[in-house]
């Protein structure tokens, strides 16, 4: 039996499929079966998959559309490893990948794990501006988890790792549309399995082209928070109202430099001189924080730039989702809803 089955979910991906493909036949720990789930994709990459297939112990299977958590869950009833290990399909593995992952568990077995993302040199700029937004401790990076967090780990379904029987005794994915993967998270920690962040398990991760894609998997993850809330109402932390919280905040500064910009130009009194020169402080002193720790990270000012961008939009579309999410629940919506779930995988 091979240690791991590696599964991958695919939507209309071909190129970055092969990408993720290619940086696993470069593994140097080989005892590992690779699953690809095609789920109703119209651009289909099975053409790769078969280029690839006298490289690594492949297994390509299609089936209609369901979105990722029921493609994993597909995936996961062929799978013959003694732990399942899941990816998107737009990450790229480095060649140690699976030695970092066998030489965790070998110093200290656990049920679950994860690892987690960092952005490639070769991404675009956008992408690794998101990717600075979504890791930094400044954003949620400490909700997230990592090595600095404000909560305990939960391992996300992009780089994540289970025992198979613990998996099939937890019922796989559940039907969420957004949130699956802390679903199921919770369910580990629930039951009373261990779970282990590996952080030199880390995978590169492109996520979003634009920021228009990010704002719209950012509100339906905020939105996913509350859902989850309704499911099990210990999984709610302080932390996770921080977005919401800035979101508030921000609005309210929006609002103070408005009154306070009106007033200047009608009465030019201190007071309003005062509350205007305030707001854009707060608010540039935060931006400048957020460009310069990423310029230094990324050793570029246009990435720095951009990861303003990046973190504002994460922030606020988060904490639109949560606080729409929260109108949702007082206005009597008990279903659990998204803004944006057309397509899964956008």
């Known amino acids: ?72 869950n597909y995936g996961a009833e062929r799978a013959q490893g003694e732990y399942l290990i899941f990816l998107d399909s737009d990450v790229i593995v480095p060649q140690h990948y699976l030695e970092h992952i066998e030489s965790e568990l070998d110093t200290k077995p656990c049920d679950a794990f994860g690892g987690p993302d960092r952005a490639h040199s070769d991404f675009t700029d956008v992408q690794k501006a998101i990717n600075y937004s979504m890791t930094s401790f400044l954003t949620t990076g400490g909700i997230r988890g990592g090595k600095k967090k404000l909560d305990k780990f939960y391992p996300r379904s992009f780089n994540l790792g289970i025992k198979r029987n613990v998996f099939n005794t ?110 854009l402080g707060l608010f540039a002193g935060f931006c400048l924080l957020i460009g310069i720790t990423s310029a230094v990270q990324n050793r570029s000012i246009k990435v720095g730039a951009l990861s303003v961008i990046a973190s504002l939009v994460q922030l606020t579309g988060y904490g639109s989702g949560f606080i729409y999410a929260v109108l949702l629940r007082l206005g009597g919506h008990k279903k659990r809803k998204s803004a944006f779930d057309k397509n899964f995988y956008d």
């Open 170 to 279: 937890l019922g796989g994915f559940s039907d969420m549309r957004f949130g699956e993967d802390i679903d199921l998270s919770i369910r580990i920690f629930k039951q009373g399995h261990s779970c282990r962040l590996f952080p030199e398990a880390w995978v590169w991760h492109k996520r979003r082209a634009t920021f228009r894609q990010f704002f719209k998997q950012v509100f339906n993850s905020g939105m996913a928070r509350i859902n989850l809330y309704e499911k099990y109402p210990e999984s709610l932390k302080a932390v996770h109202t921080l977005p919401a919280l800035f979101t508030a905040g921000l609005t309210v500064l929006v609002l103070m430099f408005i009154v306070g910009l009106i007033t200047l130009l009608v009465q030019h009194s201190t007071i309003a001189i005062a509350l205007t020169l305030t707001t």
């Open 1 to 72: 039996m091979v240690k791991y089955s590696i599964i991958i979910p695919v939507y209309n991906r071909p190129d970055e499929v092969g990408e993720l493909i290619t940086s696993l036949t470069a593994q140097e720990f080989k005892s590992f079966e690779l699953i690809i789930v095609e789920d109703g994709s119209t651009v289909t990459c099975r053409h790769v998959c078969e280029a690839h297939s006298s490289e690594l112990d492949l297994h390509y299977f299609a089936k209609t559309n369901g979105g990722p958590g029921k493609a994993r």
